[in-house]
């Protein structure tokens, strides 16, 4: 499938998606957010093992546009967020760990799109920002994926100031994994999908809907849920191919696809 404001490459089992709107800052516009969505769900159902974000030009993402929002009724505001919102969850709910690879600055909606994001790698001349209330329209979005990354000082601290924080900072505070020199960021950011993607399709599809439904809840909610998906797991397929494996000291021969479980 060709897009317009997308650049989807394969190589091998890992699928990198770019933002390729450098003359625009990657601003994620309506038309830019659904065609993100839409290459998602269509990358969903592939057999990608991990899909990279990453972006052309000087700038990650400069975030929301604002050409949409101006003059805009409040029904047309609430489609923008609403379609901003789903763009973030579909990554979120997507099979493949994704990882996000961040050469420059990326704010407000696009720290979001990073935040949202499974794993993320920066460059060491990255910055990061939401400096929305200093322009009159506060974060409040961005903040909902961010706040969960950082936890809430640091957030509100990025909120209230609008300052932008660099690549090992935010990595310290956990909104990226790692930062590294920049010509580096290409080989780290593969590493890491490399990484995250070994072993069972299915298992890793299955802990990444696991992690996000339990994160939220109150612990002894979170360990039931646990314990009945990793008692489930335990009994798939792949599950008694690992465990059997270990015990035989052989490497293991995994055959399930990602949805391919009674889990749910």
Known sequence: MTYQHLLVTIDGPITTVTLNRADKRNALALNVMQELTLALHAIAKTEARGVILAANGPVFSAGHNFADMAGATLQQARELFTVCT?????????????????????TAGGCQLVASCDLAVAADTATFAIPGGKAGLFCHTPLVAIARNVGRK???????????????????????????????????????????????????????????????????????????????????????????????????????????????
Request: proline content about 7%; charged content about 20%; glycine content about 6%.
């Open 154 to 264: 640091r957030a509100l601290e990025m909120a209230l100031t609008g300052d932008p924080i660099d690549a090992a900072t935010a990595a310290d505070w956990g909104l990226i994994n790692k930062a590294v020199p920049a010509d580096q960021l290409e080989a780290a950011t593969l590493d890491l999908i490399q990484r995250a993607t070994r072993g069972s399709a299915m298992s890793k599809d299955l802990g990444k809907r696991g992690f996000y439904h339990q994160i939220d809840l109150p612990q002894q909610q979170a360990y039931a849920f646990a314990v009945e998906r990793m008692a489930t797991a335990a009994l798939l397929p792949d599950g008694q191919e690992g465990i059997a494996a270990f015990l035989e000291k052989r490497p293991p021969v995994y055959t399930q696809l990602p949805g391919d479980d009674a889990a749910g």
């Open 86 to 106: 789903e763009m973030m969850d579909t990554i979120q709910s997507l099979p493949q760990p994704v990882v996000a690879r961040v050469h420059a600055l990326a």
